[in-house]
């Protein structure tokens, strides 16, 4: 399991009971999962690790030891790490342009009618419209669709063409930071098509140009994959609302006929939402012996559907789990259908579902399955393809077995948190709350975000310095994984201001809010990218002078190290565990924890030890208040 | 100095050759009552299935005793021993002296007394002979009955299954390899074996040996059998019993030598008359897990007292140590199992910690008392056993959470200091 | 006499010598030829703790699994050292009280054949292959007192640099 060093028998695989009840149910059934698997890959190779194994030739794989100082081709340690870096990096960008792409397509097919979809957030729509020089008293559809294109232009354009989403969104601070070090990026793809360059054996090997391609790639992966995607999204399907839902387990209903959305993309789990009501599909629903149609969610498409699940994804019954946890909602066996999309879904999920009547379906045309039916999201087919998927799932449902065990555990969440609704929650605006923050009623805001671990945990470490946090009265704002895992263990819900020290939790108690703000999905982290924006604007300050940290514990993906990186561009104290595979070079380690604070205000911590790491944030924190002088 | 050793298997012979590595210029004289090399009798099962011949069970190279300068005196029985005089007297009249003496005797097969046990048909598995004997009888033979349950039992059973023989096997206790495997174990590896076609009996002994002479006189047909406690007959042409074996202290009787069910000695290997040492089947040792005096009639056991008490006999006072009676290593289909220790704890002091899974024939108990590891079964993965067994020897209170010690992957790992 | 010494923190995981003990034991004489005959290793890393445990038999002075074989197959060479159940007139029967025996668990049964497998140092080389093939030099062999007498000169080093 971890790499924990505590000798206590007390130790449970997951933070979650839900979790350590099913991997006992799965044992005792046969079926191995992630957690005995990670058990047979131990021990792991130690060059790996250290992110000196370079596979890119075939006089490969070198690895930088005692008695090799270089590769073959004369490569060091700070040039293979640094190379690797970029392109887990490149990785991320490319996902996420994956999913900007599917956003813009479909609100350009929506505004011209020809998808199930309605424009969510007019409002918005002309705000972005009128920022980005569109005449935004024009028809919203028009406005729409000229958004939709300037988006799709912004992605391919070169990389010498600035982007402009950066240009209109990046506090002017930041942009004088990033074109001192020549790193402005241009299109998303272009930026993507240069650092795979760049990474090919024996073309860049300067390890410093390469970490700046890094963090270039980072910005133009935050205003266009992140920024870019949680606005379109807004805009169609509409921008968050403060809602009440559950999370867990415990949530999955018997009687109906039950089906998941787990990915990253929630246009076609919304379209289904849309089509539980048709009279025809619930007819058929109810002949087959069900009460209903149930669509819960996993990991980030969850998230998304929770946070706007009191409009266009209204019917939303919860979220199940987090990255770690996915075969474990399978391995109930109340499962009919799950479908997925982008990334995320693990090719054991395949074992799991096998063994019961539980199908997989993926729903995106770059998810690929050995065994499993695709059936790709299109716009314009998006309304039957609905349809199918239900009907699908009902006649899975005649099919479910009786070996099915539930843990009964559920709880409360509250979800839909993002700079509008907390403005509107305050009455209009964030003063209530930036006076709160120079008050010291809230010392400072932490954004503990990203994926789950088994190396380091499932959720123990990012559970421990969520609580952390809010015991020394920092606010933490949460996306992806960890977002999950606060609401299994119940803390968005306001009954977590207990938790609080004494200010924060009068802070909470009087708005009646959790301590832990969901701010929703990986893409939210854009979200949470917007609110530290408008907080540094409204106080005058560029974000590297706000008492405000990032902490990704348990990060895994890499999209998580595009994040990392944005954040640390972004001028913030960024914690980062496990390891990230960098120590090989002590060059790169000492630029990414130390010296890039200087050029960008931000840089990385890596301490293992939640309290420990959650110590050193706070520290931080209270060093920028000062420096404010509040 | 000359050196006389009564017995010429796993002790005599590990005693003999370390005699000899210890001290070049000693005479070093063996005397065994079976003509023979010394050879492995728990090969002797391997005989019986036709998997090895007689010359493959030799546990030493032809010229062992020749190269270690060992005089045998092989076909000689050993009648009596006089201590004051330091002689060994033998069949036939003639004697040898000693300087020093070790009694490695062995065990005999235990026939217990009952109707009709006289029978031609019946045998037992302790030496070459009987094993010749056995493979005489079933050349003729379909059925048979092994009549015991343990390690000896089932072996034989094994190999004489693979022979192409119907076997039935006949235990009292309600379950199979009773002295060192609980119920859960046995389970898993009598399933193992059944789904080969091998039937068991259990939870009943036998009372009677059906004589040829009865059945014919009943039946008209020549037939043994066996009559089991509650009545029930059952045929059979070849009956094997192996219900356990008694030390063979034939040798030492009238000496004076305290005698319990063995020979008892001390640390040293030395019985309570000067000069004589007792090691193997024959002699009694302190377990190291209960601490009591008694038999411990296996292989290792035996030969590690062979060596150690050929230092003490060479004058290097050597004591031994780590000593389990309880212990077995078994496999007979696909199944290994290994048996430590105390493995059916009676009493509320000791703590069982399970896993036990028999749909994938795997189990693994461990039972601590005062958090010392005392007992451990396991079975299907046995490659813990000796790390389990060292700490069962060291008696050491464990630092280890008893997450960490039932984990599959438990290694030396975990006990080094990192 | 001279022993495969293990530096545990030097160890970093990376599996090369279990490749290099396949090999060495293969038909092929080579890591990928080792890998399609499924050649088994014999040393094993032992995962602890997120920390990497060489281990392979110490090759006992007095060696618990020579007691306990019961075949005679498992000897110590008196010229060489070497501890092994290979090469001996007598044969292995796989009956796995060398297992029960080891206090290291370093005797494993054959995956395939139904023999006790373990380290033999390498008796056909003049190096064992996993101590040559260790990249970080976490094996040595090496004369014990050897290993010690650094180790002791080590440890006295760095005491003084903490002075």
Known sequence: MSNCDNNCGDCNLSAHKSTNEMYARTTKMGIPTIFDRWEDQQPQC?????????????????????????????????????????????????????????????????????????????????????VVGLDNTKSAEELAIALADIILAEMRKGSDEPLALLNLFAPETRKQAWRKLGIIPGGLLSEIRDAMTKTMSNIDTDPVDLLL???????????????????????LLGTPELVKSQADLGIIDLETVNIVAHGHVPLVATAVLQAINDPEIQKLAKAAGAKGIKVYGSMCTGQELMQRSATSSQGFSGQLSNWLSQEYYVATGAVELVMMDMNCSIPGLKTVADQFHTKLISVDK??????????????????????????????????????????PYKADVVAGFGVETIANALGGSLEPLLDAVKSGAIKGIAAVVGCTNNRNGHDHKALTIMREFIKNNVLVISAGCTSSAAQIEGLMDPTAAQLCGESLKAVCQSLGIPPILNFGSCVDIGRIGVAVTTIAGALGVDPSQLPVVASAPEYLEQKAIADGIFAVAFGLLTHIGPVPPVTGSAMVTKILTQDIEQLLGGRVLVEEDPVKATAIMVTHIDAKRKALGI | MQHVIIGNSAAGVRAAETLRALDPEAKIIIIAEENHPAYSRCLLPDLLAGSRDELSLQIRSDDFYVKNNIQTLLGKKANSVDPVAHKVNLEGGSSVSYDKLLIATGAISFIPPMPGINNPNVFALRDLRDAKNILQAIEKARRIVIVGGGFVGLEAAYALYHRGLEVTIVEKMPHILPQQFDAQAAEILKRDMQAEGIRFILGRGIKEIAAPRLWGRLFGRPETGVILEDGERLKADVILISIGTRANIEVIKHTGILVNQGIPVNDFMETNLPDIYAAGDVAETKDAVTGKIGLTPIWPNASTQGRIAAYNMAGIKKAYTGLIGMQNAVEFREVPAIALGITQPVGDEYEILQDYRPDRNLYKKLVLRNNILVGMILVGRIEQAGIYGALIKKKQELKLSHQVLMRDDFSYGHLYPL | MKQIMIDVNLCNGCLTCTLACSAAHSLSQEIVGAMSEKTPTRIKILPVKGRAVPLMCRHCEQPACVDACMTGAMQKDPCTGIVSNEGNDQTCVGCWMCIMACPYGAINQHPTEKVALKCDRCKDREIPSCVESCPNKALRFTEVNAFADERAINVAAALIAAD
């Open chain 1, 366 to 407: 770059v998810l690929r399955m050995e065994g499993v039916d695709h059936l790709d999201y299109e716009p314009e087919k998006v309304a039957d393809q609905a349809k199918q998927l239900i009907k699908m799932a009902i006649e899975l449902y005649k099919k479910r077995g009786t070996n099915i065990h539930i843990p």
């Open chain 1, 46 to 130: 130690g060059f790996g690790m250290q992110g000196v194994c370079c596979q890119l030739c075939s006089h490969g794989p070198c690895r930088i030891t005692q008695k090799a100082e270089r590769a073959i081709c004369g490569a060091t340690a700070d040039t293979i790490v640094a190379r690797n870096l970029v392109r887990l990096a490149s990785h991320g960008a490319a996902a996420y342009s994956h999913h900007l792409e599917e956003i813009a397509k479909t609100l350009k097919a929506t505004a011209q009618g020809k998808t199930p979809y309605k424009i969510g957030d007019v409002a918005k729509l002309r705000t972005i419209a009128g």
């Open chain 1, 213 to 235: 391609t890094a963090v270039r790639l980072s910005l133009a992966t935050g205003y266009m994959g992140l920024v870019g995607t949680i606005t379109l999204q807004d805009i």
